[in-house]
């Protein structure tokens, strides 16, 4: 591997790394939902049914569940920057294909998208841990904070190109997005746990590195946590409307309450994570998983402005818990692990954001839609005194151990 140029900050840079970093993020949230809530225009035109859509939805996210943790060890190995350059390149031209093939190969274009997305969302997670040894939980803050702005813009933006013209454009957009990504993640400079990994002499793979993140038993609690997070992340945004359905309301109510749901998962975020710089972490954890537990609990009898309340309150919790345990986890990652942690818990995110909608749905179905809310919600909550019982000891995120 040809030499290179580490940069190694003595004191945290200023925010426009997390920016940058941030909207490469944005690459795959956004590239993920715009195809997604524009899947039964597809459907429609070629003639396939609600199953391959389901199917459809889910290659992309089995990409990115098996990927992240190999990528990030790759990284770990390889280098971060250009392992992430990599992903980016791959999800362009996996978007940039559709047009040109046979519509009935989206799967594949899918497949490929969501392997491209698993290095590039993995690997700049890690990097935010890698340049910001100082004040990580307001870096982390801003960067999921773009990276949610994602999943907010693109269902609209999505559907405005659909009725507009066809829906292989919004791969063209996805494209778009992605050599602009490209194009901002050139700028950035080389981080120091890219200088670990050309000191050392071994960069192949190393199926041992992989495992390892796995096995940290200390990890386990926060792996948990990020499971459980996103498993009310995938209810509060999959069944909320679902449930805004049964009350009835009308599109101006609707629209409210949704709004609200991801302004205050979003706008929390750069919040939380200043306020994690400042105390220990765990506690912020705690607190906001807790509060999303209980605020989910709740929607499924609620209505009006009280659900209107619990709505914000679980996007605030869910918000907190997000920022936070990727600015833990990542100040527990070992010397050379850095990618792999981080790769490992995108990967256990990705688990609970499927777990989510499955199991309540399923519970819906039998029993009702309030009875499951209360169920997983009672889950939650179950978690957070697990967690809290489990003895991990305390973890120092203001400086990652080899800064």
């Not at 949704?258 to 929390?268: E, I, K, Q, R």
């Not at 990727?326 to 499927?354: C, N, P, V």
Request: charged fraction near 10%; hydrophobic fraction near 55%; glycine fraction near 10%.
């Amino acid at each position: 591997m040809a030499a290179t140029t580490a940069v190694a900050f003595k004191e945290s840079p200023g925010l426009r790394l997390a920016v940058i970093l941030g909207f490469v993020a944005f690459i795959t949230s956004f590239g993920a939902h715009i195809v997604a809530v524009n899947l039964p225009a597809y459907a429609q035109a070629v003639g396939v049914g609600v199953a391959a859509i389901g199917v459809l939805i889910a290659a992309y996210d089995l990409a990115e569940l098996v990927a992240k943790p190999i990528f990030g060890a790759i990284a770990d190995r390889r280098g971060m920057k250009q392992t992430m350059l990599a992903g980016i390149v791959v999800f362009t031209l996996a978007s940039l294909a559709y047009p040109f093939i046979d519509p009935r190969l989206l799967i594949v274009v899918r497949f490929a998208q969501g392997a491209g997305a698993a290095a590039l969302s993995a690997v700049s997670l890690a990097m935010v841990g890698a340049y910001y040894g100082e004040r990580r939980g307001r870096a982390y803050g801003v960067y999921n904070a773009i990276k949610g702005a994602g999943y907010v813009v693109s269902p609209a933006i999505g559907t405005a190109i659909v009725a507009g013209s066809q829906f292989s454009n919004i791969f063209l957009v996805s494209a778009a997005i992605g050599a602009l990504g490209f194009a901002l993640s050139l700028t950035l400079p080389k981080a120091a746990e890219d200088q670990a990994s050309l000191d050392d002499d071994d960069d192949q793979f190393s199926m041992a590195s992989f495992l390892a993140v796995f096995r940290r038993s200390d990890l386990w609690p926060w792996y948990l946590v990020t499971v459980v997070n996103m498993f009310l992340v995938g209810i509060l945004f999959g069944f909320l409307p679902v449930r805004v359905h049964d009350l009835g309301y009308g599109p101006v109510a609707t629209g409210i309450v949704l709004t609200a749901a991801s302004a205050s998962y979003l706008l929390v975020q750069p919040i939380a994570g200043v306020i994690a710089d400042r105390v220990r972490p765990e506690r912020t954890i705690y607190a906001g998983l807790a509060v999303a537990a209980l605020a989910v609990m709740s929607l499924g009898i609620l209505r009006d402005v009280p659900m209107f309340i619990a709505t914000v309150a679980a996007g605030v919790g869910i918000g907190v818990v997000w920022t936070n345990t990727d600015a833990l986890i990542s100040g527990w990652a070992r010397s050379g692990q850095l990618g792999a942690t981080m790769g490992a818990a995108g990967s256990f995110k990705e688990f609970g954001d499927m777990l989510g909608p499955l199991l309540i749905g399923l519970l819906a179905q039998a029993l009702s839609l309030s009875v499951a809310f209360a169920v997983c919600g009672t889950l939650g909550l179950l978690a957070v005194v697990f967690v809290a019982r489990s003895g991990s000891r305390c973890v120092q995120v203001s400086r990652l151990p080899y800064s």
